[in-house]
C-alpha cells in the first residue's frame, strides 16, 4: 500500500490551459508515439543496413573483390542488369523492411485497443492519419535517401575499384533512378500504413502489401501470356521498377509515366484509409 | 453534462442500445448500472464518437462532442484499461495524447503521482497489471482536467485499496462540480459511489432516478415465518394489502405487514413461531429483478423470432 494511493485525490492545483486540437498538435502526438516505440528504430536501421550493406556487397561481388561465383564460370558484373540496380541490390530487402514499418505503424492501434484511445481525443479522425502519414513520410524519407546515395557512391567506388563499368550521377537518367528509388521506397511504405488502416490488421497490411508487390508480379507475368503484359506494367511494383532501373524494357512504363502511376497506387490507398477512417465505428 | 437523446444503436435486426434517452448532470456521480450486455459501454463508445449512432444524439457539454475544439478537455473517458500500446510507457503514453490539447510533462508527472504510478511511469506499460491500467486510464481521462468525466467499470481489478481510491476520486470530482458518469454492473458499487442512478437492460433505460429513490422504492420489507402451524396462520394473516406465500411447508413469506403485528396475530391464537425474521432485500436483489425482467422478455422474444424463421 503506497502512500500517494492514500492521498486525497488533489485534481485541482494542476489545473491545465488546455490547447484546442489542431492538426499540428495531432501530429506532434503521433510523433511522440512514433518515436517512443523501439521497433521503430529497429525496423529503420534494418531497413538502412539491408538497403546499404546488401547494396555494398552486391558490388564487391559484381567486381570480382569478393568472389561470389567461384566455379561457375561467369564474368563479374552478373548481379545486375547495369551498375545502378547492382549497387541498389539492397532495395529488394528494403522494399520488404519498409512496408511492414508502413503496415505496423498503420495497424498496430487497432491491435492493442489504443485506436480508441486515440479517436476519442481525435473525434475529428481524419488528422490522426495526416499525423501518422506525416510523421512516417519525415522519418523514413531522410533514411531512405540517405541509404540510394550511401549505396550508390560506395557501390560505385568499389566497382570502380574493381575494375568493372560504372556510371557517374550526372549520367543520364542516374540521378532519377537512385532518388526515385528512395521515392518508391517512401512510396511503398506509404501504400503499408493506409492497408494498416485499411485491414486493422498488421499481418493482413502486411499480407497485402507484398503479396501485391511482390507475389502478384511475379506470379502473373510468370503465369500469363504476353498479351497481358499491357495490364500488367501498371502494377505497383512494375511501375516502380520503371522509374528506380536506368535501362527500362518494353515491357514497363516510361519513367515519367510509371511514377504517375506508382502515385496514383499510392493515393488509391490513402484515399481507402480516409473512407476507411471516417466511416467506420472504431 | 451529458444528454443523450433517442440514442440508437442496431447490429443488423439487433438493438444493443434501443432508444436511450438521459441525462447526466454535473456536479454528482452518476451511476450507470446494468448487467454485462445491456448496452453501457456502446452507449459510452457513442457519447465519445467511437461508434456511429443509428439514430439519436449525444451532446456533451452543449454540443455534439464532434465539433469540440479541444475534445481531451471536453469530456476524460476510460473505455477500457488494457487499450494501450503495451511498447510505450505510461509517461509517454500520457504524453502522447497530452499533445493533441497542448498538455505537457508538468501535468503528465502530477497525473502518475496522483494515480500512484509515479515509480513505474518509465517502465513499458505492457508489464501492468489490470488494476495498473485502470490507474494510467483514470490518468488519461484526467489529462485535460476536462468537466465532464466517464468512466466504463473503473473498479475492474483494482484491488480493495484501489477501489476505496477510485470512489474517493470519484466525489472529489463531483465536488468541484464536474459531470461524473461512471459504469457497473454491480449494484454493490453503485450503491456506495453514486447518488443519481440510471439502470439499463437490454439496451433500455430502466430506472433513472435519485439512489435515496431507487433505495426507498426498492426496499419494501418482507417478514419470513416458520412454524408448525404455518397453514393456520396463513389464513389469519390474509388481508387486503396483505401477500403471504410459502415455498415449502412450514414456512411463510409475508409482505405488506410488520413483523410484530405477525407476531402479534400468532400469540393471539396461541400459535408455535419457530422464526420470525424481517428480510431486507438488497439493492443488488432489486436491481437485479428490475434487469432479469427486461432479459426475460428477451429471451422471449427470441423464442418467437425462431419460431418464425
Do not use: C
Not at chain 2, 116 to 123: D, F, K, P
Amino acid at each position: 500500500m503506497s502512500a500517494e494511493t492514500l492521498n486525497p485525490p488533489d485534481i485541482r492545483t494542476s489545473a491545465v490551459a488546455a490547447a484546442r486540437t489542431t492538426t499540428p498538435r495531432v501530429i506532434r502526438s503521433e510523433w511522440v508515439k512514433l518515436r517512443t516505440l523501439r521497433s521503430t528504430w529497429l525496423t529503420i536501421g534494418g531497413m538502412l543496413f539491408a538497403l546499404t550493406a546488401f547494396g555494398l556487397i552486391s558490388a564487391l561481388t559484381a567486381s570480382g573483390q569478393v568472389d561470389a561465383t567461384a566455379g561457375q564460370g561467369r564474368p563479374p558484373g552478373f548481379i545486375g542488369t547495369d551498375p545502378v540496380s547492382t549497387v541498389l541490390a539492397g532495395a529488394t530487402f528494403a522494399v520488404l523492411i519498409v512496408a511492414v514499418l508502413g503496415a505496423i505503424i498503420g495497424a498496430r492501434e487497432y491491435s492493442t485497443g489504443m485506436i480508441r484511445t486515440t479517436l476519442a481525443a481525435v473525434p475529428k479522425r481524419l488528422p490522426v492519419l495526416w499525423g501518422k502519414l506525416t510523421t512516417f513520410v519525415v522519418l523514413i524519407a531522410p533514411v531512405a535517401l540517405v541509404g540510394v546515395l550511401v549505396s550508390f557512391f560506395g557501390g560505385m567506388a568499389i566497382l570502380d575499384a574493381g575494375g568493372a563499368a560504372t556510371v557517374a550521377w550526372s549520367d543520364d537518367g542516374v540521378a532519377g533512378a537512385v532518388l526515385g528509388m528512395a521515392a518508391y521506397l517512401v512510396g511503398l511504405g506509404v501504400i503499408g500504413l493506409g492497408m494498416g488502416i485499411l485491414l486493422r490488421s498488421t499481418a493482413g497490411g502486411i499480407g497485402t502489401v507484398l503479396g501485391a508487390v511482390l507475389f502478384v508480379p511475379t506470379l502473373a507475368s510468370a503465369l500469363l501470356p504476353d498479351s497481358w503484359d499491357d495490364i500488367l506494367k501498371y502494377l505497383p511494383s512494375n511501375a516502380g521498377q520503371s522509374f528506380t532501373s536506368l535501362n527500362p524494357s518494353d515491357t514497363l512504363l516510361s519513367p515519367g509515366v510509371g511514377m504517375a502511376v506508382f502515385a496514383a497506387w499510392v493515393l488509391l490507398t490513402i484515399v481507402g484509409a480516409v473512407v476507411a477512417l471516417k466511416h467506420r465505428d472504431a | 453534462m451529458i444528454e443523450v437523446r433517442n440514442l440508437t444503436k442496431r447490429y443488423g435486426d439487433v438493438p444493443a442500445v434501443d432508444d436511450m434517452s438521459f441525462t447526466v448532470q454535473p456536479g454528482i456521480v452518476t451511476g450507470f448500472l446494468g448487467p454485462n450486455g445491456a448496452g453501457k459501454s456502446t452507449t459510452m463508445r457513442m457519447i465519445l464518437g467511437l461508434d456511429r449512432p443509428t439514430s439519436g444524439t449525444a451532446i456533451i457539454n452543449g454540443r455534439p462532442y464532434l465539433e469540440s475544439a479541444w475534445p481531451l478537455a471536453e469530456i476524460g473517458a476510460l473505455l477500457e484499461a488494457r487499450a494501450i500500446d503495451k511498447g510505450r510507457s505510461a509517461r509517454n503514453h500520457l504524453l502522447a495524447l497530452g499533445a493533441t490539447i497542448g498538455v505537457g510533462s508538468a501535468r503528465v508527472d502530477h497525473l502518475l503521482e496522483l494515480v500512484g504510478l509515479a515509480e513505474v511511469g518509465s517502465t513499458s506499460a505492457g508489464g501492468f497489471s489490470l488494476g495498473m491500467g485502470q490507474r494510467l486510464g483514470i490518468a488519461t481521462a484526467l489529462l485535460g482536467d476536462p468537466q465532464t468525466v466517464m468512466l466504463d467499470e473503473p473498479v475492474n481489478g483494482l484491488d480493495p485499496d484501489g477501489i476505496r481510491w477510485i470512489r474517493t476520486l470519484l466525489g472529489e470530482l463531483a465536488d468541484e462540480g464536474r459531470t461524473v458518469f461512471v459504469s457497473s454492473h454491480l449494484m454493490s458499487e453503485m450503491e456506495m459511489t453514486a447518488e443519481h442512478l440510471i439502470v439499463v437492460g437490454r439496451g433500455r433505460v430502466l430506472a433513472d432516478m435519485a439512489m435515496a429513490d431507487f433505495i426507498a422504492a426498492s426496499s419494501q420489507n418482507t417478514v419470513r415465518v416458520s412454524s408448525p402451524d404455518a397453514g393456520r396462520l396463513h389464513n389469519l394473516l390474509a388481508g387486503p394489502g396483505v401477500t403471504v406465500s410459502s415455498n415449502d411447508p412450514g414456512h411463510l413469506e409475508i409482505s405488506g405487514m410488520p413483523a410484530a403485528q405477525v407476531g402479534e396475530i400468532a400469540a393471539s391464537e396461541g400459535l408455535v413461531l419457530h422464526e420470525l425474521v424481517d428480510v431486507a432485500p438488497s439493492l443488488e436483489e432489486a436491481f437485479m429483478k428490475l434487469t432479469s425482467d427486461a432479459v426475460e422478455h428477451h429471451g422471449s422474444t427470441e423464442t418467437n423470432g425462431m419460431r418464425a424463421a
